[in-house]
């Protein structure tokens, strides 16, 4: 992230403030007509602050930039919204990672500071890049124990060789 990336960020941030209330997921009972449910799946430990989301069996690693706004220190309750449809099954809507009890008053897009921000417009978004459809909340910090365990699992395919049993497991 250099100061002209910075400075185009405070030209567009407004442009980047979320048009939905993201608040209504987890404080009503169906989201555009489908029923709608929270689940608490624990804490987040943000020992440094610096958020990296990421899909955690491709692109969680140490080479990741951070989020250029800090959160805070400590550890955070999640929540997701899930949507509960016939016709596809359970959805993961939003994720909340609850720093404070008040209502959040303002949502904007969560930058690392390389995004192309030059013709930005509102209906523009960033996000993450999912691959095995899977998303992680970390700290930075955290990167370098994740390369260490890829580095040394003996593992051809994490997903199928690791994961698919332990989330058949909680599943359950």
Request: hydrophobic share 40%; net charge negative; glycine share 6%.
């Amino acid at each position: 992230m250099n100061e002209n990336w910075l400075q185009k960020y405070e030209e567009v941030k407004n442009v980047l403030i979320c048009p939905t209330d993201l608040e209504t997921y987890f404080t009503s009972d169906e989201i555009a007509g489908q029923p709608l449910e929270t689940m608490e799946i624990g804490n987040v430990s943000l020992p440094s602050g610096k958020i990296v989301v990421r899909d955690p069996l491709v692109n969680l690693n140490a080479n990741q930039s951070p989020y250029f706004i800090q959160a805070p220190q400590g550890n955070f309750p999640v929540t997701v919204a899930v949507v509960k449809s016939k016709d596809w099954g359970d959805r993961y809507a939003v994720v909340k990672v609850e720093f404070a009890k008040e209502k959040p008053i303002i949502y904007r897009e969560a930058l690392v500071g390389i995004e192309e921000l030059e013709d930005v417009s509102e209906d523009d978004f960033f996000g993450f890049e999912v691959d095995a459809g899977l998303g992680c909340i970390a700290d930075a910090e955290v990167l370098p124990f994740v390369d260490n365990f890829f580095d040394e699992a003996d593992i051809d395919n994490v997903y199928d060789d690791y994961f698919a049993d332990l989330f058949e497991q909680s599943y359950q």
